[in-house]
Nanobody, 121 residues
């Protein structure tokens, strides 16, 4: 069982940066694949970024590639999402997920409660 808790959301202006954090507990964090997803009002949850515990590569949705960076600190049991050059279309509830594989929400069994990110134009 894995417990996840996000923090760091807020209201920012277009072009600003924001860093989300996700603290994990209940399992060996260093051995978990981790990911970020987001859900905008009226839309389905969509994949944002992913990194696997045993692979240095990082995977991103095309819409955020070059602007967002996923990272993790295994010593702190925490993962991050650095978001730069934010756009109004990035407005969504962002959720961290763990122990999945594919870039689809149904493939991830553990979820945080989500944190709201609102980008004004």
């Amino acid at each position: 069982q894995v417990q996840l808790a996000e923090s760091g959301g807020g209201l920012v202006q277009a072009g600003d940066s924001l860093r989300l954090s996700c603290a994990a507990s209940g399992s060996t964090f260093s051995a978990l694949n981790v990911a970020w997803f987001r859900q905008a009002p009226g839309k389905e949850r969509e994949f944002v970024a992913q990194m696997r515990w045993n692979d240095p590569r990082k995977f991103y949705a095309d819409s955020v590639k070059g602007r967002f960076t996923i990272s993790r600190d295994n010593a702190k049991n925490t993962m991050y999402l650095q978001m730069n050059s934010l756009r109004p279309e990035d407005t969504a509830v962002y959720s961290c997920a763990a122990a999945g594989w594919d870039p689809i929400a149904s493939a991830w069994p553990y979820w945080g409660q989500g944190t709201q990110v609102t980008v004004s134009s």
